[in-house]
């Protein structure tokens, strides 16, 4: 079969300038995207900034036959994210990518997390995708057809301690995605979102800070040599093809493997006249993961309600 190409697309990768983001832009380009490297060029906590990542990145795409332009805007404020659209309509007219990979860390126990702590997540996370997503959308609609993909995580999903306002913005992704997927549908624009696993200076900032003791450290080694974040890059870069065929699904990536991510139900127990009793005991029937289902939307929840409700 032929090799997936992007050749006239354009695409915008925000927090381009390592990491993920670097891999994901240099990836696209190598198939033939124009791409927008966006780059605050702050720390991996938001602190400080500078263009010499983002130019970095477009300077080696260039380098390397490709098409690139540097933004080093903020996507924290919606002025930022109009203006990182803005760079990419000014030099190649449209957009029809996004890929929304910005992100900081300022990880706090819930008791001590901050306002600004609690802010700074939020505004460059879920705050930093919306601001992004709606001048993008009004390109993408107005042409009848966009990807985009947007950057979860485990935390959220699954839950990490000390993560509360990473994990609440990432979760909040996962939902923002979904919504996204329903309202594209009619532009052919498609939302889906990944939640990586790779060795990058988010998770080394991760680690605890008085470090590991030697053995565990050799097995954290071992583990995060094999997490190349170059080994994420093929999963966004299909999802965000003219050909990908899924919206609004969630896939984690790392070390080469690729899986899916989904909100199950489970068939649960019912009575008309529910009590607490009830609930206490049958808690294990309504928690039993057996004949799962996984709707699609409220409305597929809402059919299956009714569907048990009428047989029991």
Known sequence: MSALRFDGRVAVVTGAGGGLGRHHALLLAERGARVVVNDFGGSVTGEGAGAGPAEEVAAQIRELGGEAVADTHSVETSEGGEAVIGTAVAAYGHVDILINNAGILRDSPIGDLTDEQLDAVLDVHLKGAFHLIRPAWRVMAGRGYGRIVNTTSA???????????????????????????????????????????????????????????????????????????????????????????????????????????????????????????????????????????VPADPGAEIAQLLKAISTT
Not at 194 to 222: E, N
Not at 245 to 269: C, D, H, K, L, S
Request: glycine content about 12%; aromatic content about 6%; some cysteine.
């Open 155 to 293: 935390a959220g999903l699954l839950g990490t301690a000390g993560k509360s306002n990473y994990g609440a913005a990432k979760a909040g992704i996962a939902g923002l995605t979904r919504v996204l997927a329903l309202e594209g549908a009619g532009y052919d624009i498609r939302v889906n979102a990944v939640a990586p696993i790779a060795a990058t200076r988010m998770l080394t900032h991760s680690m605890p800070a008085g470090g590991l003791d030697p053995r565990a450290q050799s097995m954290m080694d071992a583990v995060t040599a094999r997490l190349d974040p170059a080994l994420v890059s093929p999963v966004v870069a299909f999802l965000a093809h003219q050909g990908c065929p899924v919206t609004g699904e969630i896939y984690t990536a790392g070390a080469g493997q690729v899986a899916r991510f989904f909100t199950g139900r489970t068939r649960g127990y019912h009575h008309p006249a529910l009590s607490v009793e009830d609930v206490r005991d049958h808690l294990d029937e309504i928690r039993d993961e057996t004949g799962y289902t």
